[in-house]
């Protein structure tokens, strides 16, 4: 009897055991699919950012291609203003001056 007895209590303390067993696999379970949760939206969150960050690189190299070719607009005009070729446009167009032996024809 007291064999049954202990057998009993070994039972006992084996369903114990199994059952905080199951509890702690089961936490550890629930910490490791919250926490890949976490990653996953976290990762969704950084692959939206790149793409925006991506687009604004994108953008940006735009502007500067516009920049680089308007800077060489400006530089092809600073050396045509220093030409005699613009200096006559100009002293014809805004002076209404005209060589000695040109014909003006002004339109109606």
Do not use: P, W
Not at 36 to 50: G, P, Q, Y
Not at 52 to 67: G, P, V
Not at 77 to 94: H, N, P, R, S
Request: glycine share 2%; proline share 0%.
């Amino acid at each position: 009897m007291t064999n049954d007895v202990k057998q009993k209590n070994r039972r006992k303390r084996q369903r114990r055991r199994a059952q905080k067993h199951r509890r702690s696999v089961f936490a550890i379970s629930a910490v490791v699919l919250l926490l890949t949760v976490i990653v996953s939206v976290d990762s969704m969150t950084l692959k939206a950012k790149d793409q925006a960050y991506r687009a604004q690189e994108a953008e940006l190299e735009e502007k500067i291609e516009e920049e680089k070719a308007r800077a060489e607009e400006i530089k092809n005009l600073d050396e045509y203003v220093g030409t005699d070729e613009y200096i006559e446009k100009v002293a014809k167009d805004k002076l209404g001056l005209v060589y000695e032996n040109e014909i003006v024809f002004k339109a109606k």
